[in-house]
């Protein structure tokens, strides 16, 4: 069935591969992104360029915290779906400007969570991040285990959504489902992520660094197993049942319509691994630049992703090399 679906950040990564699948299947879809200069604008530009040829897409460019031009964008469309994957992104950004995380992260996402509230949407996912795990040791990751220990600002921003998130829909029975993402990567991804980072150093033949002297170990999720999760997931809302009867692995909140939802490949990945296999894709060595750990950084992630299976029936299954063989191939496509 055809939905109306609001998505922001749709010049991004996740939010431009997820509306264009989307459009595929012939939902409509309003994009919002503030198109800032974080990264390349010409990237989100031709992101958005491609969106624009379907005729069931139509967007808005501003930011999250103008609330007047939100609320009008939102309330035109009349959206039965809102998905937020909209944010200030980066980690390591986050320790040189932090403020800009507290207005974007936090303040934006609370007027999506308000405006959803005040068009009873039907269901409203937001995008968080596996780095809320921060310094938990326990691996994998579920979705009920602590999580008290960020280790960068932008941790904490998608924390603290989780948190307002959370409550707003205690108070006013909101299904919102968070999206805890795992270094998502493949096809259209961000240029200040490895992949883009690695395979740009590698192909010219600069010093790729490596961090922690590449004891490091993430789970990487390939894009298109990231767009089937969040699509069966919009057909799942959190309802709210009897506190006795929530399994106990499930993240369901006994107070409100609200759970989290690992989305990773449950695969921890060494760093070094990852890097060998982009050097066999890209078939050039890389120039290795060892360093010490950075801050903000974790050592390892690791999605247990049972929840996400026992509500889709859906499991990530790209393997690492069969998705970074499709990156590097649109890699030297779009960079050629």
């Known amino acids: ?61 501003a930011l999250l915290e103008n609330e007047e031009t939100l609320k009008k964008s939102i309330t035109k469309f009349k959206p039965e779906i809102v998905i937020h994957l909209a944010a200030q992104a980066g980690v390591r950004y986050s ?9 974007s992260n936090i303040i934006g996402t609370f007027n999506i969570i308000e405006l959803a509230n005040e068009l009873k949407i039907k269901h409203l996912l937001i995008a968080s991040s ?32 989780e948190s307002i998130a959370h409550s707003y829909s205690s ?33 010219k033949g600069n010093k790729v660094d490596i961090y922690n002297n590449g004891e490091m170990y993430r789970d990487f999720t390939y894009i298109d197993d990231v767009l089937k999760s969040i699509t069966y997931l919009i057909s799942v809302p959190p309802k709210m049942i009897d506190k006795k009867d929530i399994d106990k692995n499930d993240s369901l909140s006994p107070v409100a319509p609200f759970r989290i939802v690992n989305i990773g490949n449950s695969n921890k990945v060494k760093l ?18 060892y360093m010490p750990m950075q801050k903000g950084d974790v ?15 859906y499991t990530p299954v790209t393997k690492l090399e069969d998705g970074l063989k499709k990156f590097v191939d649109w890699y030297n496509n779009h960079y050629k």
């Open 1 to 61: 069935m055809k939905k109306n679906i609001f998505i922001t950040g749709s010049a991004g990564f996740i939010g431009f591969s997820l509306a264009k699948s989307l459009l595929d299947s012939g939902h409509y879809i309003h994009g919002y992104d503030g198109m800032t200069e974080y990264y390349d604008i010409k990237l989100k530009n031709k992101r958005h360029n491609i969106l624009k040829n379907y005729k069931n897409f139509t967007f808005t460019e």
């Open 95 to 103: 320790i040189e400007k932090p403020r800009i995380y507290l207005s």
């Open 130 to 161: 596996s780095s809320v795990y921060g310094a938990n040791l326990k691996i994998p990751y579920k979705e009920i285990d602590a999580t008290q220990t960020q280790l960068s600002i932008y941790a904490s921003t998608k924390k603290a959504t």
């Open 171 to 203: 108070l006013w029975k909101l299904p919102i489902t968070m999206l805890r993402f795992f270094t998502v990567y493949g096809p259209w991804s961000r240029p200040d992520m490895a992949p883009i980072k690695f395979a740009e150093a590698i192909t």
């Open 272 to 289: 070094l691994d990852f890097v060998e296999i982009l050097e066999s894709c890209l078939e050039k060595k890389a120039i290795r630049n």
């Open 299 to 313: 050592l390892a992630t690791w999605a247990n992703t049972d929840l996400l299976k026992k509500l889709t029936g």
